[in-house]
């Protein structure tokens, strides 16, 4: 029972770690992981170099609906969804992955990434809670994050319908319609 504790601890602190480098907040990592505030404060510091941010985390939804959020945030709601649904990843580790693949696609556009992991991270429980939800655009077929009751006939993504002030060349426009 004791190594299997150690094991256990071992990969709450790994988890943590990863957290910390991709730039979680440290109530991302109190959720995710059982480790001590305590501990989980001098973890921060040992790998960012730094005390964490103090304040609240972003709790609007508003945020993921605004147009170009709303395409990076689709973006990683789609990889994070289809990880979920082809491996046997827990939750924070699926988070996690799909984060890591949604800032690697980012750069491949030469786009800078909108999206935090901790923005990430309260997308998916945003979803799991029902305060936003995944809509099929109609023109486009592609997913993307949209109020919780969408009307799914007349729904248009943002990328079919951009705003009047968005203009042209969106880099990243192209990488939900591959
Ligand atoms: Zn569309």
């Known amino acids: 029972m004791?190594?299997?504790?150690?094991?256990?601890?071992?990969?709450?602190?790994?988890?943590?770690?990863?957290?910390i480098q991709l730039g979680a907040r440290l109530q991302v990592l109190e959720s995710e992981t059982d480790l001590s505030y305590e501990r989980l404060l001098r973890l921060y510091k040992e790998v960012a170099g730094r005390s964490p941010s103090k304040g609240q985390l972003p709790f609007s939804t508003e945020w993921f609906l605004?147009?170009?959020p709303n395409i990076h945030a689709s973006l990683f709601q789609n990889t994070y969804e289809y990880l979920t649904k082809v491996s046997a990843m827990e939750d924070i580790d699926a988070v996690m992955a799909a984060y890591?693949?949604?800032t690697e696609q980012?750069?491949?556009?030469g786009v800078e990434p909108l999206l935090s992991i901790t923005r990430a991270w309260r997308l998916v429980k945003f979803i799991d809670n029902n305060m936003l939800?995944?809509?099929?655009?109609?023109?486009?077929?592609?997913?993307?994050?949209?109020?919780?009751?969408?009307n799914t006939r007349h729904f248009e993504c943002g990328l079919c319908t951009p705003p009047a002030r968005a203009g042209k060349g969106s880099a990243i426009g192209g990488i939900l319609l591959h």
């Not at 004791?2 to 957290?19: F, H, I, M, Y």
């Not at 980012?106 to 556009?109: G, K, L, N, R, V």
Request: net charge positive; glycine share 4%.
């Open 2 to 19: 004791a190594s299997k504790s150690v094991l256990n601890d071992s990969k709450q602190v790994e988890r943590a770690v990863a957290l």
């Open 66 to 68: 605004t147009w170009q």
């Open 100 to 102: 890591r693949l949604y």
């Open 106 to 109: 980012i750069a491949a556009c």
């Open 133 to 150: 939800s995944m809509t099929k655009c109609s023109k486009c077929g592609g997913h993307f994050v949209s109020e919780a009751y969408e």
